[in-house]
């Protein structure tokens, strides 16, 4: 493969990390604030981003097997990873007729959707997986959607691990960015430490106005 065509990949992998790492401050920063719509709406981009690198390095479309084939071997990554998962590969495949199949498979079933928190110590501990909508398990860290589950911490350690490669190689092969980005971190922050200094006290306020109980919603019978 053309290395211009490698790095334009390369760059945008390397984008779809730095999305993913931003979801996690987001959900991380929701789950503070016990803000369910944070919550969910950082997963659902963490998912969406992991499909994107899941399908350029392990497409299972032929058409595409030749160029993951090279990226994989630019980045030194196997054909058997975590991230080389079926679930994950189709994840917004067919979306509407997925939900479709769903909806008609859990009808008359004890459903669960949106709910954040210890499925197992809840009301909701006998659902089913394939009855779950959309949950995310605080304790043991799972994120399930449509029935489908997926371990965020396993998820987020192969992420680490790509990511750790794609910036190996980006470097390389655009060291004018990365020159730029250290610029960039380094010039602002001394012109705006005395700001800084003002903003820890509106931080906290926000953070006593949160109310507790919207971070959970609970199942129902249909």
């Not at 992998?13 to 996690?24: G, T």
């Not at 399908?55 to 990554?77: F, H, I, Y």
Request: aromatic share 8%; glycine share 4%.
């Amino acid at each position: 493969m053309d290395m211009n065509v490698i790095g334009l990949h390369i760059h945008e992998l390397r984008n779809q990390c730095r999305f993913i790492e931003a979801s996690v401050d987001i959900l991380n920063q929701s789950m503070e604030k016990q803000a369910s719509v944070g919550v969910f709406f950082a997963l659902q981009n963490i998912m969406l981003g992991t499909n994107q690198i899941s399908r350029t390095l392990w497409t299972p479309r032929k058409k595409g097997r030749d160029r993951a084939a090279s990226l994989r071997q630019v980045l030194e990554l196997p054909e058997k990873y975590p991230l080389n998962n079926e679930s994950i590969l189709s994840l917004v495949d067919h979306a509407d007729e997925t939900s479709d199949q769903w909806i008609s498979q859990s009808k008359d079933q004890y459903i669960l959707y949106d709910f954040i928190g210890d499925i197992a110590t809840s009301s909701h501990k006998d659902v089913e997986t394939r009855n779950i909508f959309r949950a995310f398990d605080t304790n043991t860290k799972i994120y399930t959607f449509l029935g489908t589950s997926f371990n965020l911490q396993a998820l987020l350690k192969a992420l680490a691990d790509v990511s750790n490669r794609v910036n190996q190689i980006h470097i390389r092969l655009f060291p004018d960015q990365w020159k730029e980005a250290e610029e960039e971190k380094t010039e602002p922050a001394a012109k705006t430490t005395s700001a800084k200094k003002t903003t820890p006290k509106k931080a906290a306020a926000k953070k006593t106005t949160v109310k507790k109980a919207p971070a959970k919603k609970t199942g129902a019978k249909k």
